[in-house]
């Protein structure tokens, strides 16, 4: 008896480059997609900003962080110095992980609109256990400011769902879709 074809999956990067291969076992269960606008500012110094994204849940402790946009190109590893300003993340889970992290870690974004998605069972997402879950999206700028949203979730979805989230400064909009 002939085996059966092994599932294929497809991401979108941060860079939208879709990258399709294959896994062994069964299809995944849930997908995120996220997507993070950067607003343009007039100010007389801009700087990109630092991002994190991360899930916390019902007690507000991080249970996975997705996406971490920093300055990379920094010679030595400079650029690591200035993630503590992402507090918020820095001191729920950011001060443990060892930067840069793969499949986590990425360059700063100019103004525009960035998005990602993650498939369950794959890095970052992994196996979420079922719950209440806040996805959190913070963002510091060297002489600017802070900003930190939150759109609440269930894992696993049952439905299709969204939710959104607009900051006042150093975010604009943020819609978040999840898919069973």
Sequence with gaps: MPKPPMPRYTVLTATGLIVTG???????????????????????EYHN????????????KAVRTLDVRYDVDMR??????????LR?????AGRSMAMPADGISRPTQ?????????SEGARPLGK???????????????VGGREVLS???????????TGT???????????FAIKP
Excluded: N
């Design 88 to 92: 918020t993340w820095w001191r729920r």
């Design 128 to 142: 979420l256990a079922a719950g209440q879950y806040k996805l959190m999206i913070e963002a510091a700028r060297e």
């Design 76 to 85: 030595g590893g400079e650029g690591t110095k200035w993630l503590a300003d």
């Design 22 to 44: 294959l896994v062994a076992g069964p299809a995944m269960a849930g997908e995120m997609a996220l997507s993070v606008e950067i607003p343009r500012l007039r100010v007389a």
């Design 151 to 161: 759109i609440p979730f269930a894992w696993p979805p049952k439905q299709a769902m």
């Design 165 to 175: 989230a607009l900051g006042k400064s150093e975010l604009g909009a943020v819609r």
């Design 110 to 118: 100019a103004p525009g609109t960035y998005r990602v998605s993650f």
């Design 49 to 60: 900003p630092y991002v994190a994204v991360w899930i916390e849940d019902a007690s507000g």
